[in-house]
T-cell receptor
Framework: KNEVEQSPQNLTAQEGEFITINCSYS?????LHWLQQHPGGGIVSLFM???GKKKHGRLIATINIQEKHSSLHITASHPRDSAVYIC?????????FGTGTSLTVIP | DADVTQTPRNRITKTGKRIMLECSQT?????MYWYRQDPGLGLRLIYY???????NKGEISDGYSVSRQAQAKFSLSLESAIPNQTALYFC?????????????FGPGTRLTVL
């Protein structure tokens, strides 16, 4: 059993659609990290949050500590958003990673 | 220039060979991590280090060893490579003493063991 679960595993959307990726965790964490991995393999940090909501451009991340759940939203999706999105729970020492959500945005 | 660099970027080796993957960072971070990524399994922690004198095993350390030569350098060695160590390897860093210890990743090393 993985400590961090993501859904869906794969997601295809039309350009312009609103997208939601979910992350649930069972370990006690102090913060939740959202990352983006492009087809070339590079991994980029998007957000790290421990409560509430954070917004950067068209990306919004929310977390509910009591429910052990976080969501990543993409508004007005674009083909360049096509990537794998990974969430990771941070315990203070280590990160526990989900297996990722592969997003394809079709023009 | 990239803040976290990894060498080599690609490596093909044969079963039984000893190889070393190197990671360097210019971010001044104390914490460094080695992960491997396999399709469908996500990132798994091999080893991590919180400073030069601190080395800790991760989830899948068997068959691997590490060396923290300096704050900026963290090397991963495969003592005797085997085919199931074929994977994408990432080095990452994070800052100590910050509330949100965001990780910064190197570009990855694609290792193939024949």
């Amino acid at each position: 059993k993985n400590e961090v679960e993501q859904s869906p595993q794969n997601l295809t959307a039309q350009e312009g659609e609103f997208i939601t990726i979910n992350c649930s965790y069972s370990v006690g964490i102090s913060a939740l990290h959202w990352l983006q991995q492009h087809p070339g393999g590079g991994i980029v940090s998007l957000f790290m949050l421990s409560s509430g909501k954070k917004k950067h451009g068209r990306l919004i991340a929310t977390i509910n500590i009591q429910e052990k759940h976080s969501s990543l939203h993409i508004t007005a999706s674009h083909p360049r958003d096509s990537a794998v999105y990974i969430c990771a729970g941070y315990t203070g020492n280590q990160f526990y990673f989900g297996t990722g959500t592969s997003l394809t945005v079709i023009p | 220039d990239a803040d976290v660099t990894q060498t080599p970027r690609n490596r093909i080796t044969k079963t039984g060979k000893r190889i070393m993957l190197e990671c360097s960072q210019t971010k001044g971070h104390d914490r460094m991590y080695w992960y491997r990524q396999d399709p469908g399994l996500g990132l798994r922690l091999i080893y991590y280090s919180f400073d030069v004198k601190d080395i800790n095993k991760g989830e899948i350390s068997d068959g691997y060893s590490v060396s923290r030569q300096a704050q900026a350098k963290f090397s991963l060695s495969l003592e005797s490579a085997i085919p199931n160590q074929t994977a994408l390897y990432f080095c990452a860093t994070s800052e100590w003493g910050v509330t949100y210890n965001e990780q910064f990743f190197g570009p990855g090393t694609r290792l193939t063991v024949l």
